[in-house]
C-alpha cells in the first residue's frame, strides 16, 4: 500500500505538519471545554474561507455525509426537489431525495458543459415549486464547473433553497457561500483541504435551519439530522463523540491554506490547471469537456484502442503511480488528473505529466511532443 504515488481528484496528497499534527495525545472531546473552542475556531476559520457568516459544522463522516445529511434535514414527505444535472454526483442527489420521501424533479444538460443559465431560468418561469434544489458546484466525474454565482440567486428569487455540493471545488475554486445565497454548502476533508478522508464540512444558513425546523413532520435518523448541531456551543454538548485526532488534521490543513492566503492557493490551482488542460490539446489528446472546466480536477478523452483502464493499470504496474478513470459510463473513456490541493504543485505535476506521457507512449500513443514541455510552454 505504501509509496505510491497518488494523483486522483481525492482524497489528495497530505502534508507531513497534517499527518503529524493526528498523532498528537488527544483530550476527552466530550467533556473538555478547550476542544469546543478548538472545535469551533476551526469552523469559523472555515467559514472565513467560505464567506460566510452562517454556523459551519464538521461532520464525523466522510463527503457523502453531508449530502445526505442535507435532504434527510429539508425532505418532507411529497417535497418537491429541483436536481440540477449535468454530471454523475449531480444527478445521483435525486437518491437521496427520494429515499427520505421526496419527489426530485430533475434539470438535466449536457454533461459536457456547465449549467446554461438561460435555459434554466427559462425552466424556473414555467415551473419553480420547488423546496430545494441541489447542484453540484465540481462534479468531479468529468470535472464541470458550475456557476453558482449566477444559478444560486436566481434558485432564491424563486424562493427555492439551494443545497450545493462543494466536495470536489471547495477551497480549490472560490467560493462565496453569502453572496452566492447558498443556504447549504457542503465539503469534504480529502479533496482540495488535503486532509485525510473521514470529514464531512457543512454551513447551514438562517433560511436553511427555519425550513428544517418548521417542518410538519420530524427529521427522520439522528446522524444525518443537521438540526442536532444547532445548539452545540452553547450547551456545550456534542451530539456524538467527536474524532477529534481528525480535527486535528483538519485544523493543521486549514492552517496551511491560511498561511500560503487563499487567494495564492486558488491561483496556483488555476495556473496549473490552464497549463494543464492547453498542454493537453497540444499533445494531441481531447478534453472531455467543451466549456466550465473545473479548476481542481481535468478529464482527459484517452483514446478507444487504448482505453482509460489500461492506461491507469499500466502507469500503476510499471510506475507506481495512481491516477483515476472516472465513474460510470465513462470508466474506460476518461482519465482524470486530480490536481486539487496539495496535488497542485509544480514539483509533482511535472512528475505526473511525465508518467503519463510515458505510458501513452509505451501503449502505441503518437503524441505532438513531450506532454512536460507542452506544459512548461503555458506555466508561467
Ligand atoms: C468526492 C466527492 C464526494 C464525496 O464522495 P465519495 O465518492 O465518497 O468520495 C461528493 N461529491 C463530489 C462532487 C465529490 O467529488
Known amino acids: 500500500m505504501n509509496n505510491k504515488v497518488v494523483y486522483t481528484p481525492g482524497p489528495t496528497n497530505?502534508?507531513?505538519?497534517?499527518?503529524?499534527?493526528?498523532?498528537?495525545?488527544?483530550?476527552?472531546?466530550?467533556?473538555?471545554?478547550?476542544?469546543?473552542?478548538?472545535?469551533?475556531?476551526?469552523?469559523?476559520?472555515?467559514?472565513?474561507?467560505?464567506?460566510?457568516k452562517n454556523d459551519v459544522y464538521i461532520l464525523s463522516g466522510e463527503g457523502i455525509l453531508g449530502l445526505e445529511a442535507a435532504c434527510a434535514s429539508l425532505t418532507e414527505k411529497g417535497d418537491r426537489v429541483l436536481v440540477i444535472d449535468n454530471g454523475i454526483f449531480g444527478n445521483g442527489f435525486a437518491d437521496f431525495v427520494t429515499m427520505y420521501g421526496g419527489e426530485a424533479v430533475y434539470f438535466s444538460s449536457d454533461y459536457t458543459k456547465d449549467i446554461n443559465i438561460n435555459e434554466l431560468k427559462c425552466f424556473l418561469e414555467k415551473d419553480n415549486d420547488f423546496k430545494y434544489a441541489t447542484i453540484v458546484h465540481c462534479d468531479t466525474p468529468t470535472g464541470v464547473l458550475n456557476n453558482l454565482r449566477e444559478i444560486c440567486p436566481i434558485l432564491k428569487s424563486h424562493g427555492i433553497l439551494t443545497v450545493v455540493d462543494s466536495v470536489?471545488?471547495?477551497?480549490?475554486?472560490n467560493i462565496d457561500v453569502d453572496e452566492w445565497r447558498i443556504d447549504v454548502a457542503l465539503g469534504g476533508s480529502q479533496k482540495s483541504i488535503s486532509a485525510p478522508p473521514g470529514l464531512t464540512i457543512v454551513s447551514v444558513s438562517e433560511d436553511a435551519k427555519k425550513s428544517m425546523i418548521s417542518r410538519k413532520s420530524k427529521i427522520v435518523g439522528f446522524y444525518c439530522n443537521l438540526l442536532i448541531?444547532?445548539?452545540?456551543?452553547?450547551?456545550?454538548?456534542?451530539?456524538?463523540?467527536?474524532?477529534?485526532?481528525?480535527?486535528?488534521?483538519?485544523d493543521k490543513a486549514i492552517d496551511n491554506i491560511i498561511e500560503e492566503g487563499v487567494k495564492n492557493?486558488?491561483?496556483?490551482?488555476?495556473?496549473?490547471?490552464?497549463?494543464?488542460?492547453?498542454?493537453?490539446?497540444?499533445?494531441?489528446?481531447?478534453?472531455?469537456?467543451?466549456?466550465?472546466?473545473?479548476?481542481t480536477v481535468t478529464a482527459v478523452k484517452i483514446p478507444e484502442e487504448i482505453g482509460a483502464l489500461k492506461l491507469t493499470n499500466y502507469m500503476l504496474e510499471k510506475y507506481n503511480t495512481l491516477i483515476a478513470t472516472s465513474l460510470g459510463q465513462y470508466i474506460d473513456k476518461i482519465l482524470r488528473i486530480g490536481h486539487m490541493g496539495e496535488n497542485a504543485r509544480l514539483e509533482n505535476i511535472v512528475y505526473v505529466l511525465n508518467i503519463i506521457d510515458r505510458s501513452l507512449s509505451e501503449l502505441g500513443f503518437k503524441s505532438n511532443g513531450r506532454l512536460v514541455d507542452l506544459f512548461n510552454n503555458y506555466y508561467k
Not at 488527544?26 to 478548538?38: E, K, L
Not at 470536489?168 to 475554486?173: H, K, L
Open 14 to 52: 497530505v502534508r507531513e505538519n497534517v499527518r503529524l499534527a493526528r498523532v498528537q495525545q488527544a483530550t476527552n472531546p466530550d467533556i473538555d471545554n478547550d476542544f469546543f473552542h478548538f472545535y469551533k475556531n476551526t469552523c469559523d476559520k472555515i467559514a472565513s474561507i467560505l464567506n460566510t
Open 168 to 173: 470536489a471545488a471547495m477551497m480549490g475554486e
Open 229 to 250: 448541531w444547532v445548539d452545540y456551543y452553547t450547551n456545550k454538548s456534542f451530539p456524538y463523540t467527536m474524532p477529534i485526532n481528525d480535527i486535528l488534521g483538519l
Open 265 to 295: 492557493v486558488l491561483e496556483r490551482h488555476e495556473k496549473i490547471a490552464i497549463a494543464i488542460r492547453n498542454a493537453i490539446k497540444d499533445y494531441g489528446l481531447e478534453l472531455f469537456l467543451d466549456k466550465g472546466y473545473s479548476n
